[in-house]
T-cell receptor, first 111, second 117 residues
């Protein structure tokens, strides 16, 4: 079983719609959760961190965490073509507190 | 004033050669990492150094050897390069690490695209 799982997509949404990206993780004691955005040919860029159950909002982005279900999601409201990228879910786990990444979800926002 | 920098950006070399990639961070972070991203875009950790001490050493061939001269620098030396080493290598840093309090948010360098022919 993969430690961090994401739907690989591709996920396509029309401009202005809400894009919903999902992630599950296997380590029950994980405490820190991150979403990274990676444009083609670029490096991963941290866009959201979440540590407590519930929602965390930052502009058009909302991260949601449910530790009981071992589930974290990212909502992008009013999606723009510039949001088209691969979104990586990452979880801090293990005794060395390393960051484990999911395989990423490719998002395309259609004009 | 780039936060995490890597050199070179591109590296094309032949099988059997030895090459190095350099990484520097000016964020004042204590922990640095090397990741490999393959053609399927999966990002996998290779090594982690916390204040010059190796704390993560994943299953990586012995041909790969990290070196950390100080906590702001982490270099990666690769011996006897093979075709399968072709990938993008990312350096990253974070404030926290094993035994070090702080944020585990990691910040990535621009990457080094290694092509072995």
């Amino acid at each position: 079983q993969k430690e961090v799982e994401q739907n690989s997509g591709p996920l396509s949404v029309p401009e202005g719609a809400i894009a919903s990206l999902n992630c599950t993780y296997s380590d029950r004691v994980s405490q820190s959760f991150f979403w990274y955005r990676q444009y083609s040919g670029k490096s991963p860029e941290l866009i959201m961190s979440i540590y407590s159950n519930g929602d965390k909002e930052d502009g058009r982005f909302t991260a949601q965490l449910n530790k009981a279900s071992q589930y974290v999601s990212l909502l992008i409201r009013d999606s723009q073509p510039s949001d088209s990228a691969t979104y990586l879910c990452a979880v801090v786990s293990g005794s060395a507190r390393q960051l484990t990444f999911g395989s990423g979800t490719q998002l395309t926002v259609l004009p | 004033d780039t936060a995490v920098s890597q050199t070179p950006k591109y590296l094309v070399t032949q099988m059997g050669n030895d090459k190095s990639i350099k990484c520097e961070q000016n964020l004042g972070h204590d922990t640095m990492y090397w990741y490999k991203q393959d053609s399927k875009k999966f990002l996998k950790i290779m090594f982690s150094y916390n204040n010059k001490e190796l704390i993560i050493n994943e299953t990586v061939p012995n041909r790969f050897s990290p070196k950390s001269p100080d906590k702001a620098h982490l270099n990666l030396h690769i011996n006897s390069l093979e075709l399968g080493d072709s990938a993008v290598y990312f350096c990253a840093s974070s404030q926290a690490g094993r035994g070090v309090a702080g944020s585990y948010e990691q910040y990535f360098g621009p990457g080094t695209r290694l092509t072995v022919t």
